[in-house]
């Protein structure tokens, strides 16, 4: 393959630093000169004045100078936390179902790729079937009659930009939109195409699913697509050219921006790696009152971020029968499911024709559904109203979201624990009655909720290989009381520790390594299947050496080394 037809791998984009509170500026220049030296820039972010990005060119250093640089910027004088900042392809990798051969990955396409459509159900066929699953025509009717569903509700939706395709260009709000990759307030989707399983057109796509008006857009010859809000109005914001390419950095800006500018809603169809830059804008966001929805993650074993963060409404697909779709992340940090699979959308080309229309599966679409359902509630409700009910402006997300689980519909047979609540119901969601003023949502989490799933230590692990654990546990339980946690052996092997000794080396070196088992397939895989069955000895062996080969910090090296 030529270079442009090639998978991305990591790049850096910038540092997160947080010096301690006096004197921020300076001890944040004095780091960047001791350790980065020239060509590094500061600017201060959110609301905070000792949080800072720390940029210069992209990709300036390798993922493993990044590690050392990170290592050495955390041991400054002054510094309280430094991370750095990457742009990576997670999700929709065709490798993450593949189960051994590595030279078959680059083939693509193989029949046991975890991912893709599910059935073609008859059902699917019908254009508003995914709009009927979730009650959303009822929800209009029952509660919309003679007003506009959505409408006075603005979306902030962070994506590959728009095209204005008549399915959504009514309901677009552009003019507070923006650019982030090249800098300017055209957020026009681009359709380039770099590199294999590029998605251009995919923010025209998912943006139809929350606010396409009901039926064919006039001039269209059948096919149509039918919002969850078709009354709201959309902001879109450009962050990439791909959402299987998460820009870490982009996205977090887009957050704030979109919250500055007004909006009620943000709608993520995407997600990757976990870093304390996007949960500090998912905070901005949800503290100032606004929901923020994002998919649980195609294709890989765990749910992405920023859905896995415990402000972030994570959402998980299904299929028209009412069947978990084959590719959706699924785990506890789920909280609410969605139709997914061959869900109808605008499609976006350079000509935008009026007859672009087709299906698609992922957790994009199901997040879309939600987010247009979202919408829906705060329209029904009016926002002052849901302030006053569930006691400020800052518990309106967490209100939102548990309601939105006490409401959903349980379905037999799907696993417990790793879709939520349930089916979404937008009727039910609808019917529920607000909060009296003073009770708090069993689900608000607390300041300090997110730390540990972030910050590369058991918890990170154990959220990152759930769904290997849970399959040893029938294992486990056979063992019983005395058999060891699976996960910790294999960590423990890994790292060439005793258990006990493992959480203080993850504290130190926990967030690199889960970097590099998540953005390398091939590792994840490797090390999932030796979590699962339990046998370690030989699979964790070759993650070490494969870690090794392809060069990490010099800090994780010696751990791998012993």
Known sequence: ???????????????????????????VDRAISDVLGDGWHATNYGDRKNQFEVIAEEGALSPRDAWDRTYQLRAH??????????????????????????????????PNFGCGSGKDFAKAKAHEWSIELANVPLAWQNHFAGASPGEGVVIGHPDTGYRRHPEIAANLQTNIGR????????????????????????????????????????????????????????????????????DTLNLARAIELATDRGVHVISISMGGLASDRLHD?????????????????????FVVFPAAYDEVVAVAACDAERGTWKGSSRGRAVDITA????????????DDSLNNVSQGSGTSYAVATVAGIAA????????????????????????????????????????????????????????????????????????????????????????????????????????????????????AKLLGRTADKVPADLGQVGQELAFYLTTEPSLYRRFDAAVADGQHDAAVDDVRKQLLKQGVSEALEVKLSR
Not at 4 to 25: M, S
Not at 344 to 350: I, K, L, S, V
């Open 1 to 27: 393959m030529s270079e442009n037809e090639q998978d991305p791998g990591p790049v850096l984009q910038a540092f997160t630093i947080k010096t301690t509170n006096r004197a921020a500026q300076q001890k």
């Open 77 to 110: 004088k002054g510094i309280a936390s430094a991370e750095p900042l990457f742009k990576a392809w997670v999700t929709d990798r065709p490798e993450w179902g593949l189960d051994g051969d590595e030279q078959a990955a680059a083939a693509f396409g193989l």
């Open 179 to 246: 650019d982030l990759v090249d800098n300017d307030d055209d957020p026009q989707d681009e359709l380039k195409k770099n590199f294999p399983w590029q998605n251009g057109g995919h923010g025209t796509g998912t943006a139809s699913v929350i606010v396409s008006p009901r039926g064919a857009a006039s001039g269209s010859p059948g096919d149509a697509v039918s919002g969850t809000a078709p009354h709201a109005r959309l902001v879109p914001f450009r962050v990439s050219d791909s959402v299987v390419v998460l």
């Open 281 to 301: 804008a998912v905070v901005y966001a949800t503290s100032r009152g606004v929901i923020v929805l994002a998919a649980a993650g195609n294709c890989v074993r």
């Open 339 to 350: 139709p997914g699979d061959r869900v109808w959308h605008a499609a976006a080309n350079a």
């Open 376 to 491: 829906l509630w705060l329209a029904k409700h009016g926002r002052n109203k849901i302030i006053s009910a569930c006691g400020g402006k800052e518990r309106i997300a967490s209100t939102f979201s548990q309601l939105l689980r006490d409401t959903a519909t349980p379905v037999p047979g799907w696993p417990s624990g790793q879709f939520g609540g349930g089916l979404v119901d937008a009727n039910a969601l609808l019917d529920a009655d607000l909060p009296n003023g003073r009770t708090v949502p069993t689900l608000a989490p607390t300041a300090t909720q997110h730390v540990p799933l972030a910050r590369g230590g058991l918890t990170t692990f154990g959220h990152l290989f759930e769904g290997s654990v849970r399959s040893a546990q029938p294992s486990l339980a056979a063992a019983g009381d005395g058999a060891a946690n699976p996960l910790d052996d294999g960590l």
